[in-house]
């Protein structure tokens, strides 16, 4: 079982940055696909971005390309989502997520791929 813990949430203006992280309890992640989606009030969750194992890809929703980032450090076992430029239409609650790569490169897009979530961290943007 593994379990994720999302932190960097916040109230922020339109156009502040924030950087959300993401880290599995107890264990490291080096083998999984890890990825980012967002539930705003009254929608459904939607894919952001992922990111492979390794590092060796990453994808994003057209609505963030430009503005988020995805990254990942296998050695300290945290995955980050750098979010600038935020518009009012970021305003969600944020998911990590993750899945046993297998020992392939390929990225998931669907949140029912993801087995593993954490529990979510509040973005907020308002003026």
């Known amino acids: 079982q593994v379990q994720l813990v999302e932190s960097g949430g916040g109230l922020v203006q339109p156009g502040d940055s924030l950087r959300l992280s993401c880290a599995p309890s107890?264990?490291?992640?080096?083998?999984?696909?890890m990825g980012w989606f967002r539930q705003a009030p009254g929608k459904e969750r939607e894919f952001v971005a992922a990111i492979s194992r390794g590092g060796i890809s990453t994808e994003y929703v057209d609505a963030v390309k430009g503005r988020f980032t995805i990254s990942r450090e296998d050695a300290k076992s945290t995955m980050y989502l750098q979010v600038n430029s935020l518009k009012p239409e970021d305003t969600a609650v944020y998911y990590c997520a993750a899945r046993n790569s297998q020992g392939s490169d390929s990225i998931w897009y669907r949140h029912y791929d993801y087995p593993y979530w954490g529990q979510g961290t509040h973005v907020t943007v308002s003026s």
């Open positions: 107890g264990r490291t992640f080096s083998g999984y696909v």
